[in-house]
Nanobody, 121 residues
Framework: QVQLRESGGGLVQAGGSLRLSCAAS????????MGWYRRAPGKQRELAAR???????VIADSVKGRFTISRDSAKNTVYLQMSSLKPEDTAVYYC???????????????WGQGTQVTVSS
């Protein structure tokens, strides 16, 4: 069993900042990548940011320069620092991890429950 526990969402005014955290726990052999996706009301889920085990990052154009993704490999935790938030950043943010639960299996994607981020104008 693998669990992803997200925290840090909430209500913030435009221009403000929030920091999301996601900790993976359970049967984990190796995490190959972790990331944050978001689903805004009436829209499809989209990638916000992703970081691999080697530290390579992918940041969506819509948040580039405002969001930063980082990780603490020892804690199996990924962070999303969000700054200069805009009302259009309002969404449910989901943590995702690609990981192997044992050396014998290929990486599988796991998802958190999601955390609401609301940016007021």
């Amino acid at each position: 069993q693998v669990q992803l526990r997200e925290s840090g969402g909430g209500l913030v005014q435009a221009g403000g900042s929030l920091r999301l955290s996601c900790a993976a726990s359970g049967s984990i052999f190796r995490i190959t990548a972790m990331g944050w996706y978001r689903r805004a009301p009436g829209k499809q889920r989209e990638l916000a940011a992703r970081i691999t085990s080697t530290g390579s990052t992918v940041i969506a154009d819509s948040v580039k320069g405002r969001f930063t993704i980082s990780r603490d490999s020892a804690k199996n935790t990924v962070y999303l620092q969000m700054s200069s938030l805009k009302p259009e950043d309002t969404a449910v943010y989901y943590c995702a991890a690609d990981l192997q639960s044992t050396p014998a299996v290929i990486p599988t994607s796991y998802w958190g429950q999601g955390t609401q981020v609301t940016v007021s104008s």
